[in-house]
């Protein structure tokens, strides 16, 4: 059975600081891994997706990278803004067909 | 841009009554799914459907709970007889396939459901 962690459940920075968020599964099959953000109270907003076959996908000061055969993806936000606060899910897909998600890294970047 | 769409935002009902949430997914999506978050916990998934069937369903999508397409845009999702513990947010969500789309998954904003 598949199951997502994600570490570390909540951060808090200034603003202006790179930082990296994790999310590691158990089953390595997987087609393809999502990182969202998702405000209080609201949606999931799709940030990145990552296919099995690639290693990483860039958009803008966000980076995710992927690494099927140790279970790990991270995702990398560079120079961090107050409007960067929310929480953070990744979430998984394989043989099921269904997503399944992590616990969530909740950000807070302070001004 | 083709986005997933949810109603009602927010509901209000009394524990027993009967819930119908609406969700229009993407037009060329294939997979639709139903999932719940508890306030302060994970998203957790209830049920996904394809090729007007379900396709798995989570031990949380019990006799009370249905899903339907009753035509080619809407899926709903039918609580029958509410209980205290169904107080929770549901998203709505599709995805195309893998080869056509990449299987990304697009959520609606959410139905908020309150049983008193």
């Known amino acids: 059975k598949q199951e997502v962690t994600q570490i570390p459940a909540a951060l808090s920075v200034p603003e202006g600081e790179n930082l990296v968020l994790n999310c590691s599964f158990t089953?390595?099959?997987?087609?393809?891994l999502q990182w969202f953000r998702q405000d209080p109270g609201k949606g999931l907003t799709s940030l990145l997706l990552?296919?099995?076959?690639?290693r990483e996908q860039t958009s803008g000061r966000l980076n995710a990278s992927l690494d099927k055969s140790s279970g790990r993806s991270t995702l990398y936000i560079a120079a961090s803004q107050p409007g960067d606060s929310a929480t953070y899910l990744c979430?998984?897909?394989?043989?099921?067909?269904?997503?399944?998600f992590g616990t969530g890294t909740r950000l807070k970047v302070l001004a | 841009e083709p986005e997933v769409t949810q109603t009602p935002s927010h509901q209000v009902t009394q524990m027993g009554q009967e819930v119908i949430l609406r969700c229009v997914p993407i037009?060329?999506?294939?997979?639709f799914y139903w999932y719940r978050q508890i306030l302060g916990q994970k998203v957790e998934f209830l049920v996904s459907?394809?090729?007007?069937?379900?396709?798995?369903k989570s031990e949380i999508f019990d006799d009370q709970f249905s899903v339907e397409r009753p035509d080619g845009s809407n899926f709903t999702l039918k609580i029958r007889s509410t209980k205290l513990e169904d107080s929770a947010m549901y998203f709505c969500?599709?995805?195309?396939?893998?080869?056509?789309?990449?299987?990304?998954?697009?959520f609606g904003e959410g139905s908020r459901l309150t049983v008193l």
């Open positions: 037009s060329n999506h294939l997979y």
């Open positions: 979430a998984v897909i394989g043989g099921t067909y269904k997503y399944i």
């Open positions: 969500a599709s995805r195309g396939t893998f080869l056509a789309n990449t299987g990304e998954l697009f």
């Open positions: 990552i296919q099995s076959s690639q």
């Open positions: 459907f394809y090729n007007n069937e379900i396709s798995e």
């Open positions: 089953d390595s099959a997987i087609y393809n």
